[in-house]
């Protein structure tokens, strides 16, 4: 009998975990029901009967990472088919045989013989966590349960579709920012490298100002030592990125950014409107709100919001309200919180959701154009000061020189 591994919450919206055998995956899903556990996460463990003859193709599989728009572009064309009429498994072969994105067919391939196999479609996405993420297959799941699998594939569609252009829309306003940074430090490199050093030669026999040794200081660390220096630039950023696992650290990183003027807003209203858009379309899909709330939770990506979160489950398990633990993680603006109050009491809290991301979405676009506008021209004169003060640098000699030349 296989055996699979599950993540699930309790009634009281305790996160508990186990290993149950059961002849299908759906005769383990009803054992967690008469358990009243809500599953989150069900997957063939491994190492049992049924994990054993695929273990090592399922395993590269899972591995595989496929671009979000040729996803939301899959989730979409399988909702249309299925609305079509077209039965579920001839939908996963079609997916299987997309021959624009093979990475992506592959994973469907293996999809639709799990589902062959018996297996539910949730259940067989969720091996393969880095193409089709919690908050995917909790809807999907949330679809297949409630008979509107159709509708749930196609606002999957839109939720990536919103990722994917939120995304482009960061690194399309940091594209003009990122390249004058990039343009100042070859310049300056290329300035110290290769300008500097010749005058090192004309004042080899003059006593130099601080400013202008410091300068051909510089200037021999970058030829002289670029190696050693660009090895310790790799470990310094290897070392940050390690730190930034440790959670006291990611929350103090965190903090400074959310202070930083400008960047602190963004940050903000960006973690508001994902928290937005991912809950309201978890709960628009059918999804409990304790399991809503805990997805979110895991991909909120700040640890403010993680905080918030967890309080407003905490308030949700004692049958309060969302409003008053959100407010207190001060993330959220006055009117959000208001309009979250309304819409619990409305009972439409999924539809009030989607409307407050598009909200601050339309916020963050305002946002992001002032703070580019803001980066660039403080870019362009952290570069203007610095070649001043390296001209300074070079000049200040050849007034010492010539005023000795004037006394003697």
Known sequence: MPSFRYIALTAGGERTSGVLGGASEQAVLNELERRRLIPVELKVHKGSEADAASTGEAERSALVRVKSASLAQAYGQMGDLLRAGVPLL???RLMAEKKADPKLGAVFKRVSDAVQDGRELASAMGEFPRVFRPVHVAMVRAGEKGGFLEQALARLAQFVTWQVELRRKILGSLVYPAFLATFGVALLIGVFAVYIPFFKGVFADTELPWLTSVVFGISTVIRGWWAPVTLLLGLSAAAGWW????????????GLVMRTPGVGAVVRS????????????????????????EIAKGAAGLPAMERSIEEAMTAVRAGQTLEPPLRGGGLFSADVLEMISVAESANNL???LLTIAETIEKRIDHLLTSLVRLIEPLLLLVLGLTIVLVAVALILPMFQ???????S
Do not use: H, S, Y
């Open 243 to 254: 730190a930034m696992k440790v959670g006291r650290v990611r929350e103090r990183a965190a």
């Open 350 to 352: 999924d539809e009030v």
């Open 270 to 293: 960006l973690a508001v409107a994902r928290f937005c858009r991912m809950l309201g379309t978890l709960l628009g899909n059918g999804v409990p709100v304790l399991t809503a709330l």
């Open 401 to 407: 020189l010539t005023a000795e030349v004037d006394i």
């Open 90 to 92: 001839r939908t996963l």
